[in-house]
């Protein structure tokens, strides 16, 4: 494997410089902010643990600060990039800065919510600095269409980064918390200041690790079906899960049955559930149904 020159991280002064040539000015819309620190980059490659045989992805590679230090450690890097300009530039700037390592990087010109496949082997890493405001929705997707994703390192907003990696019972534990855990282990990975991007956002950041759980979840139910009952729960978050999945469930009743054939109180709040728990009382909500429209229709 050749040795990346010294400078082939890109600076505040490289990055204002390619821009310029572009014509890039970052965008709220698309939540641009781009990383201007070489020492941030290489701090967030040794934090994902990047190594000398991951194939990496990575979503919203922008000007390429990112990309270039994981080329200077993983076997590959597959860039998701949905900018016209900036998917058309980053080849050249990877070919000029790093033409060593040019022939391990490949582009896929998308939004990353529609991508379906990616070029090459199977990627075992997923690296990013996310978009703010799609972070949550894109992190998903990418665990859900790539399960060869072993180990994820993504930076957020830190307000995000606190749901993502936060345990029951957090008044932050929400429906990010438990999506992201049916994939993953989740856990807060760091802060990064606001000085490392221009523009300088108005908020900090986090990074989040999640490591792919050894062994899927094991449940009868679907994902499809356990992820209804936690947007069920969390749409009414203040109510009791009696209330809050009656809608669910079909009425209040059916849904206290399915809460205690799932050993859950029906008195408890989505809050203070884990995934597991989300996960029995999706197991049990035909079978409670059929129990309780037998003993309603018994009843007439």
Do not use: C
């Amino acid at each position: 494997m050749s040795s990346p020159t010294p400078d082939a991280l890109l600076g505040p002064a490289d990055i204002r410089e390619l821009a310029a040539a572009l014509g890039v000015r970052p965008t709220k819309q698309r939540g641009q902010n781009f990383v201007i620190d070489a020492n941030t980059v290489r701090r967030i490659v040794r934090t994902a643990e990047v190594r000398p045989d991951d194939v990496v992805v990575e979503v919203g590679p922008g000007l390429g600060s990112l990309t270039l230090a994981l080329l200077e450690v993983a076997d590959r890097v597959t860039a998701v990039e949905i900018d016209d300009v900036l998917a058309a530039a980053l080849p050249a700037t990877i070919g000029a800065r790093m033409p060593a390592r040019a022939d391990r990087f490949a582009l896929v010109h998308s939004d990353a919510m529609h991508v379906g496949e990616l070029p090459g082997p199977p990627p075992t890493a997923l690296v990013a600095n996310l978009p703010y405001n799609v972070a949550v929705p894109v992190l998903l997707h990418m665990l859900d269409t790539f399960p060869s994703i072993e180990r994820t390192l993504v930076m957020v907003q830190s307000e995000v980064a606190d749901r993502l990696a936060a345990a029951p019972g957090s008044k932050v534990y929400g429906v990010p918390s438990v999506k992201a855990n049916w994939y993953a282990e989740v856990k807060r990975a760091g802060a990064i200041g606001r000085n490392v991007f221009w523009p300088a956002p108005n908020v900090d950041s986090g990074l989040v690790s999640l490591v792919r759980r050894a062994e899927p979840i094991k449940t009868t139910a679907t994902k499809r079906e356990v992820f209804a009952v936690v947007d069920a729960a969390f749409a009414q978050r203040r109510k009791t899960l009696r209330a809050a999945l009656a809608g669910w469930a079909g009425s209040a009743a059916a849904a206290e049955a399915a809460l205690v054939a799932a050993g859950v109180s029906p008195q408890a709040r989505g809050e203070s559930l884990t995934v597991e728990e989300f996960v029995r009382i999706a197991e049990h909500k035909d079978a409670v149904a059929e129990q309780v429209t037998g003993q309603e229709e018994s009843g007439k």
